[in-house]
Every structure is written in C-alpha cells, then in structure tokens.
C-alpha cells in the first residue's frame, strides 16, 4: 500500500509509546505510516492545574485543529483526555485493548493514613474522592509528564502522588513503592487508547477500524456517556468505569463535591440487551438524586 498514513501524535514519552503502539500495529496490516509529534497546550502550560485552564480536550486541540488543516491523518489519545463531544468533522474509529483502569498511589517509603498526610495530584476526581476518604489529609497540585511528576514526589515532603498504574507500566516507569487504589473509581476511558481520523476519509476510517477493540470500545462508550451527561470533562469530580462480568456489564459511577464531602454514587449490573443509552440513564438517575443541585455549585465556584 503506497499511501502513508501521516499518525498524530503529542511528543511526551507516553503519547508517543501509545502512537508508536498502533503504528507497529497498522505496519503488521501493510500500511506504510510514519509518526508526526506535536507539542499541545496541556503540555506548554505545567502552571496551573488542568480544571483552571479553562479549555476542553486541552490535550487533544492541537491534534485537531492538525488532522482539520491536512497535516496529519489520523491522530492517537489516552482516551480520557478526548471531550465526549468530537470536532466537528473527526470521529472515533477505534478503541484499543484497554490496559488497567486503576489509580494508585505512589509513595514515599511507608503510609500512615491516620496522619496529617500531603498527597498530590492535579486531578479533581482524584482530589475529591481522597478528600472524601481522607478529610484530614491535604491535597496538593502536581503537573507534567508521567516522569517529570515522579521526580516532583522524589524531590518533595509529600508522602504520596496519585497516577494512572496503566501509565506507568506502558512506558516501564511503575516504581516498587506504590498502592493499588481498589477503591478510586477511576477516570471514564482511563487505560484505554483511541484513534480518530476524518470522517470523510474513508481510507483512514478502513484502516484504522482493523485495531477496534470491541468490549474495550463498548465499556468507554458507556462510561463517556456517563460523562457526556453529567457534563463534566475536566470540570468537575466525575468517576466512571465498566467491566464484563459473566458477559453482562458491572458498572460504577460517581459524582463529587470539589472537597468530597458529598458524594453521589450508582453501581449497576446491566445485561447485553439494555446497552443502548444505560450510560445516560445511570446518569440521570444521579442528577436526579441530588447531581443537578450538586453540579450547579460546582460551576458557580469556578
């Protein structure tokens, strides 16, 4: 096949790992492709925590408006960080096989959680549903890439920094002091990688829907659903993540205050035939248990 596929990507260690993963897959199909990195506004700006840079998809724009203008052909996220409403012009053609969905918290050596512990993180949710577990402990920002946020915690008087363990093992980074956060609901589409292209570029499109991970794709969809709904992106504490249990779908969901004290929580089994819109359902049933009231104080505080 002649036509190269020019594939999108940031230039962190990370989103470059990713990129190269779906070019070693589509090169094993017999496409020719090559890798074009771009620097996006997420990453120019480490100084202000990602909820107070105003912008939705602030990882992905620079891809976007890249691929609109002809410079790239398809384009490779960390899913969670893509809006739940795409470009107009660009659609998902694929969700790769999701790696863990799980948060952990690396440490400093030994935790005692009964004490006045500093943990660090630059996500809302994260923040929150810490806050809601550990109201005596204090919360910090942390910024940048995965390696650059792991020498932030070495270089600190924290006792911890919570990351995506997905993350940290793609680019072989996971540290041996670290614990597994079982009970975090994580980011909606957290470990999962998808590729977007044109939509009116059916090459791209035939190419690229080969890599499409089916549960993957079916899980992501109704956790971004969820999201979709609620109306949160980077906005507001908002946990989502479903998995195949005995071929019917265990969902979790949650929906925070800014300091976690209130917490609006939903956790269903939905079976095969009522996958159509039961991430919305799921969160309407939230917003109708006190998530309407509870989003409005967030974005009068913003």
């Known amino acids: 096949m002649s036509k190269v596929i020019r594939i999108g990507t940031r230039d962190s260690k990370l989103a470059l790992w990713q990129a190269n993963l779906v070019k070693s897959k589509l090169d094993n199909l017999g496409y020719n492709t090559e890798l074009i990195a771009v620097k996006s506004t997420g990453d120019l700006d480490l100084t202000k925590p990602l909820y107070e840079l105003g912008i939705t998809g602030i990882f992905t724009k620079t891809l976007d408006i890249a691929m609109l203008n002809g410079t790239i052909d398809i384009a490779v996220h960390s899913m969670k960080d893509v809006p739940t409403l795409l470009p107009e012009g660009i659609v998902q053609t694929a969700v790769l096989e999701r790696a863990s969905a799980q948060d952990i918290l690396v440490t400093r050596g030994e935790l005692d959680e009964s004490k006045n512990c500093t943990i660090a993180t630059g996500s809302l949710r994260r923040k929150a549903q810490w806050l809601s577990r550990y109201p005596h402990h204090n919360v910090v920002g942390l910024r940048g890439n995965v390696n650059s946020r792991l020498k932030k915690l070495a270089d600190s008087d924290w006792q911890g920094a919570i990351f995506a363990r997905a993350g940290l093992e793609r680019i072989d980074i996971l540290p041996p002091d670290f614990i597994p956060l079982d009970w975090m609901i994580p980011a909606p589409a957290q470990g999962a990688m998808v590729v977007v292209a044109l939509r009116d570029d059916d090459f791209m499109i035939e190419a690229t829907k080969q890599l499409n991970h089916y549960i993957s794709a079916i899980c992501t969809r109704l956790e971004r659903e969820f999201l979709?709904?609620?109306?949160?992106?980077?906005?507001?504490?908002?946990?989502?993540?479903?998995?195949?249990?005995?071929?019917?779908?265990?969902?979790?969901?949650?929906?925070?205050?800014?300091?976690?004290?209130?917490?609006?929580?939903?956790?269903?089994?939905?079976?095969?035939?009522?996958?159509?819109?039961?991430?919305?359902?799921?969160?309407?049933?939230?917003?109708?248990?006190?998530?309407?009231?509870?989003?409005?104080?967030?974005?009068?505080?913003?």
């Open 228 to 302: 979709q709904v609620l109306e949160g992106g980077c906005t507001a504490p908002i946990g989502a993540h479903a998995e195949i249990i005995n071929k019917d779908i265990l969902f979790k969901g949650v929906l925070l205050s800014l300091d976690g004290q209130t917490k609006l929580e939903i956790e269903k089994i939905i079976i095969p035939d009522h996958l159509e819109s039961a991430g919305r359902t799921m969160a309407l049933e939230i917003l109708d248990n006190g998530g309407k009231e509870l989003m409005k104080l967030i974005k009068e505080s913003q």
